[in-house]
């Protein structure tokens, strides 16, 4: 599975891409920062981050786009710009098909430290650790991009076979069981 993971951000949108199956090591094809000047319009930043999700989509043709879920902060500005470059990126994966999975900040952390409640310096470290990388990527939206891809990988399966449970409970139980009178 090749996963195009995103930190979404107004002013750095981290983007990483990791190709791998859960048990096995994985790969990263790549890793960078989509950056916005600070003192732009809102639309043209916008525009950039658009621009430069699509040049990840092309270069590395993902199965699946990972974002993270955007969570409420106690400074507004920063959720609305995290919201809106989420936004961007959910819509170029959907305008080429692509299926979009979003992970709580919590869930990634858990998935690649073992605890929700890692900082950002012990994500790197894992990051670096789990792909075999010689020092971790710079800055961390880089890296928390990374660990989206790899969480999405690791999670991915458990993920499917619950839908396909659910599925399955819900047709039966729409189904007339034998024996049943009217």
Do not use: Y
Request: hydrophobic content about 45%.
């Amino acid at each position: 599975m090749r996963v195009l993971g995103v930190d979404p951000g107004l002013t750095r949108c981290g983007v990483g891409v990791v190709e791998g199956v859960a048990g096995r090591p994985l790969t990263m094809l790549g890793v960078g920062v989509v950056r916005t000047p600070a003192d732009a319009e809102l639309g043209q930043r916008l525009v950039v981050v658009e621009q430069g999700i699509e040049r990840w989509l092309d270069e590395h043709r993902p199965e699946v786009v990972a974002v993270e879920r955007v969570f409420s902060q106690h400074n507004v500005r920063t959720v609305m710009g995290t919201a809106q470059a989420s936004a961007v990126a959910m819509l170029c994966a959907a305008r080429r098909g692509i299926p979009v999975a979003l992970h709580t900040p919590s869930e990634v952390k858990a998935a690649v430290t073992g605890s929700g409640r890692a900082d950002k310096a012990q994500v790197g470290a894992m990051v670096t650790r789990l792909l075999r990388l010689d020092a971790p990527p710079k800055p961390a939206d880089a890296a928390d991009a990374l660990a989206l891809a790899i969480c999405h990988i690791w999670r991915a399966p458990a993920q499917n076979r619950l839908q396909q449970a659910v599925a399955l409970h819900a047709t039966r139980a729409t189904l007339p069981s034998k024996g049943r009178t009217a």
